[in-house]
Each structure stands twice: as structure tokens, then as C-alpha cells.
């Protein structure tokens, strides 16, 4: 793995500038959206950025914010003692009184992206609840912020901020720049490789395809049956 090295907005917006041959066609505030957003889907595909919270727990309260700290939660600990991953769903079919039945928590189930629930809830409140998640993209918006990144990585954003650019142009230069996506989100895959397994990754990066070119078709036995689950 590459050492992460620190970059400025101010050297990224260069470095950009560097592949679009410092054309002025791209303003820097275009440049700067750019870069945003290659951060933005870098994080969403990777979880590359990582944080740890600890929150107090509160009596009988199942429900816990993450707001403004954490994208998503991956791991809790209550009191240094890992929870079990669920879900509410489960939780609901199970124990249909879970919310009223305060006890010690030994799950903990994700609510959309910034809400967590644990089961039972802490009965006396006061108690430690670490989570470890993705956090928040950075987004650079003063020439000196900075990002923390790999050098392969850093590669692939400016791969990703040059085919944006190549979105504003359009006709031959946005199909040439295909790769370029093609090569971000390869480059997403080996940081993540749950992205393998993914149907719009497979069909974004050409993988299912035989070796003619032509788009696999499944067979009528591969095919979920209508009603399946």
C-alpha cells in the first residue's frame, strides 16, 4: 500500500490543469467542482476516509445521530464489548417490544446513513458506544486545505477530474475520456472489492461481455424465477 501523502486544493487544481493542457476553457471554479466530486464518489465507492466516535449512551434511548460525523457506521462497541450487526427489520419480526425493553445492548443495526439503532437499549444510560465509519468526503474549498491520499490513488482522482472536464467539451473528447472513468473505477474495485461483485460496476467496466464483444445473456436457468427472493 502507498503512503498516504497530503495534498493542497491549491496543487490539485494544478495538477488538473497540468492534463487539460492549461486551457482556460475550464474556469477554477469548475476545476475546484471537479475535484469535489471525485472526492465525493471516491469516498461513496471506497469508504476510503474512516473516523471513530464515541458517543454516551442516554436511558432507554435505542436511537443514535451520527450526523455530521460519520457517512455511515461499519462497527460498534458498547463499553469496548463488540455488538452484533442486525437489522430492524429483524428486530421487528423477532422482538416486537425491542424498543421498550431496555437491557444491555448487544446489536446494533444501521437506519439509513446517519442513524444508528442498538437492541435492547441501554437501561441505565451513561455508558461508552464507539462506532468506527466511513466519514464525510473532504471537500476542499481554500487553496490550503488539505486531503490525505495514496499516491495510486491521487492518480486515479485526477484520471476521474479530467474525464468531467472532458463532459463540458462533449462529441469525441467526452467518448475518448471513457477510459479514464473506466480506469477511476478499477481503481475503486482493488480499494474495495465488493464493487466486484456489483452489476453496475461489471457493466460499467465491460466485464460482462463474451469474447466477441457481444453482452452476456443469461440463460433462462440463471434467471431468478419470477416471484423468487
Known sequence: MAARQQYTLAQMQAKVYDRLQQSPFWTTAEVTK????ALRTWSVLTGYWRKRITLTTLPTLPYYSLASFISFGMRVEFNSVPLSQSSVTNWDKGYPEWEGNP?????????????????????????????????????????????????????????????LAAFKEGGQEFESAATLYQAFIKAAAVKNEKLLASA??????????????????????????VGGR
Open 34 to 37: 471537479f475535484i469535489n466530486e
Open 200 to 225: 453496475i460496476f461489471r457493466r460499467a467496466m465491460g466485464l460482462d461481455t463474451d469474447l466477441g464483444g457481444q453482452r452476456v445473456r443469461r440463460t433462462k436457468s440463471q434467471l431468478q424465477p
Open 103 to 163: 437491557g444491555t445492548p448487544q446489536e446494533w443495526a444501521p437506519i439509513g446513513l446517519s442513524l444508528i439503532a442498538i437492541r435492547p437499549a441501554d437501561a441505565v444510560g451513561n455508558n461508552s458506544l464507539v462506532l468506527d465509519g466511513v466519514a464525510n468526503a473532504p471537500i476542499l474549498v481554500n487553496a490550503n486545505d488539505k486531503i490525505d491520499i495514496g499516491s495510486e490513488e491521487f492518480t486515479a482522482l485526477l484520471g476521474y477530474c479530467q474525464y
